[in-house]
């Protein structure tokens, strides 16, 4: 089992950056695939990126493919999401999934794969 508590949101104007942070409490955190979803007000809970056990294994979202960028440290039991040009279309509630996997396997666009969940972390970008 593992819990997960996000940060790193704020308050920024479009064009800025953001990294939040996914740290995990637990053991095998290596044995996880983390992903990053994202709810706006009103709309449903979208896929961002995930990151499967290898650091290597990365997906993203069309909407922010070429901004953003998912890395993991398993030393430090953290998962990270670098944001970059932001506007205000990525103003969110975002959350950290995760997922125990075999090493061979992808990390899952579908939030329903995850099993593990934080609170989440509000991003607001103004134009």
């Known amino acids: 089992q593992v819990q997960l508590a996000e940060s790193g949101g704020s308050s920024v104007e479009a064009g800025g950056s953001l990294r939040l942070s996914c740290a995990a409490s637990g053991r095998s955190f290596d044995r996880y695939a983390v992903g990053w979803f994202r709810q706006a007000p009103g709309k449903e809970r979208e896929f961002v990126a995930a990151?499967?056990?290898?650091?290597?294994?990365?997906v993203y979202a069309d909407s922010v493919k070429g901004r953003f960028t998912i890395s993991r440290d398993n030393a430090k039991k953290s998962v990270y999401l670098q944001m970059n040009s932001l506007n205000p279309e990525d103003t969110a509630i975002y959350s950290c999934a995760a997922r125990s996997v075999i090493l061979s396997m992808p990390a899952p666009r579908e939030a329903d794969e995850y099993s593990y969940w934080g609170q989440g972390t509000s991003v607001t970008v103004s134009s």
């Open positions: 990151i499967s056990r290898v650091t290597s294994g990365t």
